[in-house]
């Protein structure tokens, strides 16, 4: 019988007393929670994520994975994103680069999904921070995200934890270290776990009507809205997966095929699939404007071709994988782009999907439709490099799909590749270990039983070795003194592919217009504003910089040896009205 504890001791909750059995079960559902499978699979993705991205953790403010060029620009992206959203969100996608040009922030894909991050804190070392723990957290999302779905799909824990690791550190990935657009593949997996779940989906079950989750169908077409608003490098393909698993469910369902679904899925199906387009239309809506305001912008079948991977690309690792980077870099030599084209998804795991054909928990019409949908998906990826120069493939898909002319990489189709073939081996690893286990029961109370146990790790740990990584971890180069206060609109010398990213981040002290930018689209704008101020402090390239509203260039000394601003050091003319000082290790001019 449950007593009650009398007031003033007892605890309350909205004004009611508290039973005391309520009070001394509390901690009994405090361990249930921490030891719940998903609560120890979110604490251990994260945990690994931590170890296999190290050194990240390690130095967060002063280093940055793979390079200081697109990681220093997407952390830029970030920030800005923050700093709009807290000063003038309609203006977002007029950033402070690239001035005095619009619409900066759609020259590639914007990360607007993590702008609510982009508020805690200021400045370049919070931006670098910021970064580097995003660079963790989407490995660790990736992670979970594939273990959620191997899981609802009714792969057993060992499965779903190769299928995790494969996915969130596949040897391909290492090669965009520094492209977090591509490394945030988290949602996609983790939305379709929630759309499968929400309808009561699994290989092994089919569809179940009763185990129908409205919550969970509403929480997965949110989840798969956020991953558009990372960008459309991804984003796209991914919307066109939901939308032909959508018309297979149609068909299925009027066909007969599958239970009726009760209203209120059919419910969450509609105002989950509203809430997505209507994501997509708004992130969408400042590329067309791009595309409208810059033709040249719009991606061609021969941008196509100098991107799309060879069939050995698809089996050749970057030089950043541990295992299989020193061994493949005479095939890496052959690559036009190798970062783009070494698509190694792993293999130890194509070798458990191959495993999977013949052993595996999943049916056998299943096997066949995941491992046709894996081949499709490759081909696709080739891009012009498939059979007929793609023209059946993903250029005939490039021209007639909308969006997909904005995307001229087909290789990282390859996140595709990889998800299918991590199913395939959670249902190979799945039935290894059905079958470790009635060896285990045989073997109860020897030594035996003990090897037997440890052997079903193994092909958790063969995944594993192939993830460790060498990936370069460069010192995020330091503000220099006279840009930090600087008033706006400036432009910073030289302005390059290798200086405007750094200078990109370094706005982020106070975000002023800066005429420097370095992003996927440069504007010809930008082309005309470097050849012009070679000339800088000549009076032509001051009169130009004059008319677009530039009033302050700052000249990194030491920088600009061998580039076409050598010379930018010299006195203005007489009669110019340039002030010029040293300020450290650059030059501000002025007028």
């Not at 209507?278 to 305001?293: C, D, F, I, Q, S």
């Not at 439709?369 to 990826?381: E, F, I, M, Q």
């Not at 740990?461 to 400036?490: K, M």
């Amino acid at each position: 019988m449950n007593t009650l504890i009398s007031a003033p001791e007892s605890p309350k909750a909205g004004g009611k007393e508290v039973c005391a059995s309520d009070v001394a079960k509390a901690p009994g559902r405090m361990r249930r929670v921490l030891a719940h499978e998903w609560t120890l699979a979110a604490t251990g993705s994260v945990l690994l994520a931590v170890l296999l991205t190290w050194p990240t953790a390690r130095y967060l403010t002063t280093t940055i994975p793979q390079d200081v060029y697109d990681p220093l620009l997407q952390a830029w992206q970030i920030a800005w994103g923050g700093h709009a959203l807290t000063t003038a969100p309609a203006a977002v996608w007029d950033t402070n680069a690239f001035f005095p040009e619009r619409l900066s922030l759609a020259y590639s894909d914007s990360l607007l999904g993590y702008a609510p991050l982009g508020m805690v804190g200021s400045g370049a070392t919070a931006a670098v921070a910021r970064y580097n723990l995003l660079y963790v957290l989407v490995h660790a999302l990736a992670f979970f995200g594939a273990y959620a779905l191997t899981r609802q799909l009714g792969s057993r824990i060992l499965g779903a934890l190769v299928a995790g690791t494969a996915f969130a550190y596949a040897p391909w990935r290492l090669a965009h270290g520094g492209h977090l657009n591509i490394l945030s593949t988290g949602g996609i997996a983790l939305a379709l776990a929630m759309l499968a779940r929400g309808h009561g989906f699994s290989l092994r079950d089919g569809y179940r009507a009763g185990r129908a989750r409205p919550g969970w169908i509403l929480a997965g077409w949110a989840v798969a809205a956020w991953q558009i608003t990372l960008g459309f490098g991804l984003g796209i393909a991914f919307g066109y997966v939901l939308l032909v698993i959508g018309v297979i469910m149609a068909i299925a369902l009027l066909r007969g095929h599958r239970p009726s679904a009760p209203r209120r899925v059919l419910i969450g199906d509609l105002a989950g699939g509203a809430l997505f387009t209507v994501a997509t239309a708004l992130m969408a809506r400042p590329y067309l404007r791009l595309a409208e305001m810059y033709p040249t912008a719009r991606r061609t079948v021969t941008d196509l071709a100098q991107y799309s991977p060879p069939l050995r690309g698809l089996l050749t690792a970057p030089a950043e994988s541990w295992l299989w980077g020193h061994s493949h870099q005479e095939v890496r030599a052959t690559l036009a782009a190798p970062a783009e084209m070494t698509l190694l998804p792993g293999f130890f795991l194509i070798g458990a999907a191959v495993v999977g054909l013949g052993l595996s928990v999943w049916r056998p019409r299943t096997r066949l439709w995941l491992a046709g949908a894996t081949v499709l998906a490759g081909y696709l990826a080739l891009g012009t490099q498939a059979w007929g120069q793609g023209e059946y493939g993903y250029v005939f898909l490039f021209r007639h799909l909308p969006g997909l002319d904005a995307i001229r990489t087909p290789g990282r189709l390859v996140v595709w590749v990889t998800l299918l073939l991590a199913v395939q081996a959670a249902g190979a690893v799945s039935a290894f270990c059905d079958r470790m286990d009635v060896v285990a029961r045989r073997e109860r109370g020897s030594g035996r039983n003990i090897l037997v146990r440890l052997a079903m790790l193994a092909p958790a740990l063969l995944v594993a070795v192939e993830c460790f990584n060498v990936t370069p971890h460069p010192r995020v180069p330091t503000a220099p003194a006279a840009l930090l206060d600087a008033r706006g609109p400036v432009l910073v010398l030289p302005s390059d592919l290798m200086t405007d990213p750094a200078v990109m981040l370094w706005s982020t002290n106070g975000f002023p217009q800066i005429a420097n930018g370095s992003s996927g689209y440069s504007p010809a704008s930008q082309e005309q504003t470097r050849a012009v101020t070679a000339g800088f402090p000549g009076a032509e390239s001051i009169a130009y910089l004059r008319t677009i509203g530039v009033r302050t260039v700052v000249v990194l000394r030491d920088r600009i040896p061998g580039t076409r601003w050598q010379y930018a050091l010299g006195e203005p003319g007489a009669g110019s009205s340039v002030s010029r000082r040293d300020v450290g290790p650059a030059t501000v001019f002025t007028w």
